[in-house]
């Protein structure tokens, strides 16, 4: 009954698959602008470096991490909204019951 | 590549409008992917790691404050910055996000938990109505 056992929606896996993937780009690009910094001794030619790697690669780190977030918070709504559902389908048969109709009488729509 | 056919239940509409039962879309996905993506969802390893991962960006950043604090030249400073200083505090932010990921993924679950249960008793309360109903 854990989140994990539910199925995934191909969409969200391949988003978070994609996402990951970024993360670890930027790391490749921190690399790359710490190896090109590194090789240089004049400041003025280090600081496109640090601009173009340290900071592009932070704004990918942290713009993936926060649409990797929101993918995880949209997926668990999804998974309490459909529990939800259940709940209410429940208490509506039970309803009927209580009401002296056969359940599924009323209906399952929302009243 | 395989394309797999999925059913989705969608949420209810906020103006109280009509369910939408499913959805079924047909998006590409391998299932080595699912694979791989379904145990990295684990809570307790996506608190733990996220932990580990936090700490060792702290330990980054104080490697790379160590490091340009003796050097006397900024163009020597520079690269300590953008390898332990700037990966660091990415590791800080991917620790963060990890952890938070894993304790929603974990509340989630006592919630799923919880829905369940008053499902259940809702169920057991409906039977025995039907029961006391019938005799």
Known sequence: MTVRTQRMHPALITSLVILAAAVVVSFSIFWLSWRGAAREQDVARQVPFVISGGLGGLAIVGASLGLLLTQVRRWLDALAAADLRDVIASARALLDVVAGDEPGEAGHGPR | ?135
Do not use: N
């Open chain 2, 1 to 135: 590549m395989t394309t797999t056919a999925t059913t989705v239940a969608m949420a209810e509409e906020p103006t109280g409008g009509p369910v939408r039962e499913a959805r079924t879309t047909a998006v590409p996905v391998t299932p080595r992917a699912r694979r791989v993506v379904r145990p990295l969802l684990a809570p307790d390893l996506l608190i733990r790691s996220g932990v580990v991962v936090l700490v060792a960006g702290f330990a980054l950043i104080a490697l790379a404050w160590g490091q340009s604090a003796g050097e006397s030249q900024v163009y020597r400073q520079l690269p300590y910055l953008l390898s332990a200083g700037v990966v660091g505090l990415a590791m800080v932010m991917v620790g963060v996000a990890l952890a938070t990921a894993g304790t929603r993924i974990r509340d989630a679950d006592e919630q799923r938990r919880q829905m369940a249960e008053l499902a259940q008793v809702l169920t057991e309360v409906r039977v025995a109505l039907e029961e006391g109903s019938g005799s």
